[in-house]
Every structure is written in C-alpha cells, then in structure tokens.
C-alpha cells in the first residue's frame, strides 16, 4: 500500500488567504522552563490545506462537527487539468472515470507548484457554475483542488462554494502533490479537528493507494 501526503505544512510564514492573518505558533513550554514541550498554536478554521463545511457559507449550514466521520473519506481520483491555460474549468474538462464509484474528485491545476509564491494567490484556475453543477449531480462527499479557493480571491458571491454546500458536498482547498496520482483511484482520507461550530478546519489530507 502506498500513501502520499496532499498536505501543506503549517509555518509561520505561510500562505494565507488575503486578509486573513498568518498562523502564531508559540512555544510557552520548553523542556529547560516546564520539563516538557507545548506549543501554543493561534490560527483560523481555513488555514492551509483545509475544508470548508456548509456552515461556512449557508446562514443554516451544518457544521463539520455534525456530520458523520464517513464524511470524510472514500474512493477518489485527480482529475489532471495542469495543462489547460485558460482561467475557467467547464464541463468538457472534466473527463471523470466511467463506471466508477467516487466520493472524491481532485483538480489537480499545477498551481501547488507555487505555493510560497505572490502570484499563488491570482490567476488561478476555477470550475465555471457549469462544471460545478455538473460535478455536483454526482452526489460526492467532497471535491478537492491544489489552489487557494475554489472561487475567485476576491469573489463576493461565492458561486462555486454555494453549488458544492447547498448540496453537502465539502470543499478541500491547498492541497499538493496531486501529480503523484493522476490516473489513479484511491482511498481519500481527510479529517478535519473536532471542535464545536465547525465552518471549517485544516485537514490531513492523505492518499492510500495500491
């Protein structure tokens, strides 16, 4: 069984969505001062790799805390898009596998590949409303890209994340090295914290594959 890591790490320094303020990781007990180490860790639901729930969204969404834990795996596989150079994702890319059951699609846009960068934050690929409702008709768990949103920085209508919600479809933003499993099915695994009210948290993303 082979397992590949989609998860960004968390720094200090960081790319955060514009606006938000980076992690503060502290360390206020060391092993010289208390005889053990803790770190005090300061940052908000959406950082990094991370998911969002419906409540993030929808006035009436269900927090992540309150769905089931089988949420939050299932069968998946990356959908390759690196090549594309235009800025909107519609239907026609999106050549998923013939009869398969997924709970998880992947976008892999290459943009990963700029993370730590200034131009991560602008320019990158989006599903139109069209490619979203049409992935949405799938009934998944979850859909999953390697950009900053799945919307526009800078949106304030936040189509694409409504079309996903409304339905109960999560939204994994900031994951990596999808090239790794490009072609492939495999096991989805992506916990979010447990804490009450959840509209979203950083997630271990991981793929387990033969």
Known sequence: MKTVD???????????YPGTEPPRITNPCTIEKTGFREKKLE?????????????????????LDALPVECFFGPATVLDLSARTMDRIGPGDLQLPAGEHLDYVLLYTGWYHKWGRADYFTGYPVLTAEAAAHLASRRLKGIGTDTMSVD???????????????????????LTNLAKLVGKTFTLYCFPLKFTQADGSPVR??????
């Open 6 to 16: 989609l998860t960004h790490p968390i720094t200090t320094n960081m790319p955060v």
């Open 43 to 63: 940052l908000y639901s959406h950082t990094g790799t991370h998911m969002d729930g419906p409540s993030h969204i929808l006035p009436r969404g269900t927090p």
């Open 152 to 174: 526009p920085v800078g949106t304030t209508d936040f189509t694409v994340h409504k079309i996903f919600l409304q339905r109960n479809i999560l939204i994994i933003e900031n």
């Open 205 to 210: 993303a991981v793929a387990m594959c033969d």
